[in-house]
């Protein structure tokens, strides 16, 4: 059964570092989507890409926050510099556009923890 | 607004029922999902339900949709301890991309 990979799926990092994460969706996705899950919350959607293009990243602190699907496959997120608030599970998911409910299916997801 | 509102927490005994209750705003909204998270992982699509049905059944699970009150509920029958997990309500909201909008999670506790 196809799935989302993401990696790594634990990062410990100290606060002003750069942090990277990375995202495989299922083959045939063209839309890619980015969550921050806080611990005790839902995810919140950070940045929808459909192929390479961003479609929807007004939820993303693009000051110190910055994603990439350069070949509109895989994707990055990277944060830097990391602060402490950025603690969090970060979700990959893909969907197959014109699917009716596009249904998105997740990753393992990615545990961050910035010390 | 965007807003998904879920009770927090519920506890259960094993072979009951469990019913899982979620408010949500967007009228407009053209689908409705439930995930299941279990600790440190990802989420799991449970199942969905179009905007235009009030009703739908897939095998242990019932899925109740009043639009009027912007009502979704999630029935599981014959609980098991397996089922311990944090249970999400989401929407489609009509407004994005197909962006969903979540609830915070409630958290289903079976207990013998």
């Known amino acids: 059964e196809a799935e989302v990979a993401q990696s790594p799926r634990y990062k410990i990092t100290e606060k002003s570092q750069a942090v990277a994460f990375w995202c495989d969706p299922i083959s045939g996705h063209a839309t890619l989507y980015w969550y921050r899950q806080i611990l005790g919350q839902g995810p919140e959607l950070l940045v929808q890409?459909?192929?390479?293009?961003?479609?929807?990243d007004s939820q993303l602190p693009k000051d110190r926050f910055s994603a990439e699907r350069l070949k509109g496959v895989d994707s990055t997120l990277k944060i830097q510099p990391a602060e402490l608030g950025d603690s969090a599970m970060y979700l990959c998911a893909s969907s197959l556009p014109n699917s009716g409910q596009e249904t998105q299916y997740f990753g393992p997801g990615t545990r961050l923890l910035v010390l | 607004g965007e807003d998904v509102e879920q009770s927090l927490f519920l506890s259960v005994r094993e072979g009951d029922s469990s019913v899982i209750n979620c408010t949500y705003t967007d009228s407009s909204s053209t689908y409705l999902y439930w995930y299941k998270q279990e600790p440190g992982a990802g989420l799991q699509l449970l199942t969905y339900i179009f905007s235009n049905m009030d009703m739908k059944q897939d095998q242990r699970l019932t899925v109740l949709l009043n639009k009027k009150d912007k009502h979704l509920s999630l029935r599981i029958a014959d609980t098991q301890t397996g089922d311990s997990a944090i249970y999400f309500c989401?929407?489609?909201?009509?407004?994005?991309?197909?962006?969903?909008?979540f609830g915070a999670g409630t958290r289903l506790a079976v207990h013998p």
């Open positions: 890409f459909q192929d390479e293009s961003v479609v929807d």
């Open positions: 989401a929407e489609k909201f009509s407004g994005g991309y197909n962006k969903l909008i």
